[in-house]
DNA sequence: ACCGTGACGGTAT
DNA sequence: TATACCGCCACGG
């Protein structure tokens, strides 16, 4: 991945709204990479902690967190989450705050923001 | 250059 | 619903 691809993956995700998540591959699509889920990871992975990401609101394509459970990081983006008001439960978002809206990808940004 | 690995995704069992 | 598999792509050893 290019610098500039990074920096578009973090505009991406900067700009997702609290209580909204996204996937990994609904990122690297808005962000104009196309299937590149696992740079989205990589990449939010080399992000400076200067910019202060909402990397919490990315999850994968089923609503799972996507660090191993009991982690560091897997706690703290569940606390994060939960702060803002979403679901989460065994480590994902539940299909039933999914149902309240469709599917996930109603907790999603639609391709028009 | 080869190969294993991972903050993934979609399909098939 | 839950696994198993395989495709994908950049990194690091």
Redesign the pocket.
């Known amino acids: 991945?290019t610098p500039a691809a990074h920096r578009r993956i973090w505009r991406v995700v900067a700009a997702i709204p609290p209580g909204r998540v996204m996937?990994?591959?609904?990122v690297a699509r808005c962000a104009g990479l196309?299937?590149?889920?696992?740079?989205?990871?990589?990449a939010?992975?080399a992000?400076p902690a200067a910019l202060d990401l909402p990397?919490h609101r990315?999850l994968?394509?089923?609503g799972s967190i996507?660090?191993p459970p009991g982690s560091r990081?897997f706690n703290q983006q569940v606390r994060r989450l939960r702060a803002e008001g979403v679901t989460v439960m065994h480590g994902r978002v539940t299909?039933r705050e999914a149902a309240g809206r469709p599917d996930l990808d109603r907790l999603l940004w639609g391709p028009g923001g």
Do not use: C, H, T
Not at 23 to 26: D, T
Not at 35 to 42: E, L, M, N, S, Y
């Open positions: 991945m996937s990994y591959g609904q196309g299937r590149v889920a696992r740079q989205v990871g990589q939010l992975r992000a990397w990315v994968r394509a089923d996507a660090f990081a299909r």
